[in-house]
Protein backbone atom coordinates (compact mmCIF):
# COMPACT_ATOMS: atom_id res chain seq x y z
CA UNK A 1 0.00 0.00 0.00
CA UNK A 2 2.50 2.69 0.98
CA UNK A 3 4.63 1.70 -2.49
CA UNK A 4 1.73 2.55 -4.38
CA UNK A 5 0.48 6.06 -2.69
CA UNK A 6 4.32 6.24 -3.53
CA UNK A 7 3.86 5.79 -6.87
CA UNK A 8 0.82 7.81 -7.21
CA UNK A 9 2.87 10.96 -5.95
CA UNK A 10 5.40 10.44 -8.29
CA UNK A 11 5.42 13.49 -11.26
CA UNK A 12 5.64 11.00 -14.02
CA UNK A 13 4.84 12.92 -16.96
CA UNK A 14 7.60 15.68 -15.70
CA UNK A 15 9.65 13.50 -14.91
CA UNK A 16 9.68 11.61 -18.42
CA UNK A 17 9.73 15.24 -20.59
CA UNK A 18 12.85 16.68 -18.37
CA UNK A 19 14.95 13.11 -19.07
CA UNK A 20 13.76 13.40 -22.63
CA UNK A 21 14.57 17.33 -22.58
CA UNK A 22 17.99 16.27 -21.13
CA UNK A 23 18.40 13.44 -24.05
CA UNK A 24 18.02 15.88 -26.52
CA UNK A 25 20.27 18.91 -25.57
CA UNK A 26 23.24 16.57 -24.63
CA UNK A 27 22.54 15.21 -27.90
CA UNK A 28 22.98 18.98 -29.29
CA UNK A 29 26.08 19.76 -27.06
CA UNK A 30 27.93 16.66 -28.27
CA UNK A 31 28.51 18.14 -31.42
CA UNK A 32 30.03 21.24 -30.49
CA UNK A 33 33.38 22.01 -30.83
CA UNK A 34 35.52 24.30 -28.41
CA UNK A 35 34.64 27.47 -30.64
CA UNK A 36 30.96 26.77 -30.89
CA UNK A 37 30.54 26.73 -26.92
CA UNK A 38 32.45 30.79 -26.98
CA UNK A 39 30.14 31.45 -30.15
CA UNK A 40 27.67 34.26 -28.59
CA UNK A 41 24.28 32.13 -28.12
CA UNK A 42 20.45 34.09 -28.97
CA UNK A 43 20.59 35.13 -24.74
CA UNK A 44 21.86 38.89 -24.80
CA UNK A 45 25.14 39.13 -23.56
CA UNK A 46 25.66 35.48 -22.88
CA UNK A 47 28.50 32.33 -24.76
CA UNK A 48 26.86 29.46 -25.12
CA UNK A 49 29.15 28.01 -22.67
CA UNK A 50 27.53 30.87 -20.17
CA UNK A 51 24.13 29.32 -20.72
CA UNK A 52 25.66 25.70 -20.39
CA UNK A 53 27.19 26.78 -17.11
CA UNK A 54 23.88 28.36 -16.09
CA UNK A 55 22.06 25.13 -17.30
CA UNK A 56 24.58 22.90 -15.23
CA UNK A 57 24.52 25.11 -11.95
CA UNK A 58 20.98 25.47 -11.86
CA UNK A 59 20.80 21.06 -12.39
CA UNK A 60 23.08 20.94 -9.55
CA UNK A 61 21.19 23.05 -6.97
CA UNK A 62 17.40 21.20 -8.18
CA UNK A 63 20.01 17.91 -7.33
CA UNK A 64 20.43 19.07 -3.78
CA UNK A 65 16.66 20.02 -3.52
CA UNK A 66 15.61 16.94 -4.81
CA UNK A 67 17.98 14.71 -2.86
CA UNK A 68 17.04 16.44 0.52
CA UNK A 69 13.33 16.68 0.02
CA UNK A 70 12.15 14.22 2.79
CA UNK A 71 8.78 15.68 1.99
CA UNK A 72 7.93 16.43 -2.13
CA UNK A 73 8.19 20.22 -0.89
CA UNK A 74 11.10 22.45 -1.31
CA UNK A 75 11.88 26.11 -1.13
CA UNK A 76 13.34 28.36 -3.86
CA UNK A 77 14.22 31.97 -4.23
CA UNK A 78 10.76 33.19 -4.21
CA UNK A 79 8.71 30.92 -2.50
CA UNK A 80 8.00 27.87 -1.40
CA UNK A 81 6.90 24.86 -3.88
CA UNK A 82 6.11 21.37 -4.17
CA UNK A 83 8.34 19.29 -6.01
CA UNK A 84 6.38 19.37 -9.57
CA UNK A 85 6.32 22.57 -9.17
CA UNK A 86 10.29 22.67 -8.75
CA UNK A 87 10.92 19.94 -11.53
CA UNK A 88 8.62 22.52 -13.98
CA UNK A 89 10.73 25.16 -13.73
CA UNK A 90 13.75 22.97 -14.45
CA UNK A 91 11.85 22.04 -17.86
CA UNK A 92 11.79 24.92 -18.63
CA UNK A 93 15.33 26.37 -17.41
CA UNK A 94 16.13 23.20 -20.24
CA UNK A 95 13.85 23.88 -22.96
CA UNK A 96 14.01 27.66 -23.15
CA UNK A 97 18.00 27.51 -22.42
CA UNK A 98 17.88 24.53 -25.25
CA UNK A 99 17.09 27.16 -27.81
CA UNK A 100 19.30 30.09 -26.35
CA UNK A 101 21.56 27.99 -27.07
CA UNK A 102 20.92 28.69 -31.18
CA UNK A 103 22.05 25.35 -31.86
CA UNK A 104 19.65 23.83 -34.29
CA UNK A 105 16.43 23.45 -31.58
CA UNK A 106 13.53 25.37 -32.09
CA UNK A 107 10.39 26.49 -29.99
CA UNK A 108 8.58 24.02 -32.31
CA UNK A 109 10.36 21.18 -30.47
CA UNK A 110 8.89 22.19 -27.66
CA UNK A 111 7.05 19.36 -25.68
CA UNK A 112 3.13 20.05 -25.34
CA UNK A 113 2.77 19.41 -21.74
CA UNK A 114 5.79 22.23 -21.48
CA UNK A 115 3.75 24.27 -23.97
CA UNK A 116 0.06 24.15 -22.06
CA UNK A 117 1.74 24.38 -18.57
CA UNK A 118 3.92 27.07 -19.15
CA UNK A 119 1.68 28.84 -21.10
CA UNK A 120 -0.83 28.45 -18.72
CA UNK A 121 1.03 30.45 -15.77
CA UNK A 122 2.49 32.99 -18.12
CA UNK A 123 -1.08 33.74 -19.34
CA UNK A 124 -2.19 34.54 -15.68
CA UNK A 125 0.43 36.64 -14.37
CA UNK A 126 0.09 38.35 -17.51
CA UNK A 127 -1.89 41.21 -16.07
CA UNK A 128 0.35 42.08 -12.96
CA UNK A 129 2.68 42.66 -15.78
CA UNK A 130 1.06 45.46 -17.72
CA UNK A 131 -1.52 48.40 -17.19
CA UNK A 132 -4.95 46.97 -17.54
CA UNK A 133 -5.84 49.22 -20.26
CA UNK A 134 -3.17 49.07 -22.95
CA UNK A 135 -3.51 45.05 -22.32
CA UNK A 136 -7.23 44.81 -22.85
CA UNK A 137 -6.77 47.30 -26.02
CA UNK A 138 -3.79 44.43 -27.66
CA UNK A 139 -6.44 41.70 -26.70
CA UNK A 140 -9.16 43.10 -28.58
CA UNK A 141 -6.70 44.24 -31.56
CA UNK A 142 -6.85 47.82 -31.60
CA UNK A 143 -3.30 48.52 -29.81
CA UNK A 144 0.05 47.45 -30.15
CA UNK A 145 1.23 44.78 -27.66
CA UNK A 146 2.04 46.71 -24.07
CA UNK A 147 5.56 46.53 -22.68
CA UNK A 148 5.54 44.03 -19.24
CA UNK A 149 7.51 44.83 -16.72
CA UNK A 150 9.29 42.33 -14.67
CA UNK A 151 11.36 39.67 -15.81
CA UNK A 152 10.92 37.32 -18.41
Known amino acids: ????WRDEMRPVE??????????RLLAGLAALTDDDVRS????????????????????????VVFEGAAVRQG?????????VEIL????????????DLDIGYG???WPAAFVA??????LRALP???????????????????HLAGPW
Not at 14 to 23: E, G, P
Not at 43 to 60: D, I, M, N, W
Not at 90 to 99: D, S
Open 1 to 4: MHDR
Open 14 to 23: HLDACSTSHR
Open 40 to 63: ASLLPGYSRGHVVTHLAEKAKAHV
Open 75 to 83: IMTADPRTM
Open 88 to 99: AHHLRNVEVHHV
Open 107 to 109: ISA
Open 117 to 122: GELSKR
Open 128 to 146: HRADHAELLAWLLGRAPAP
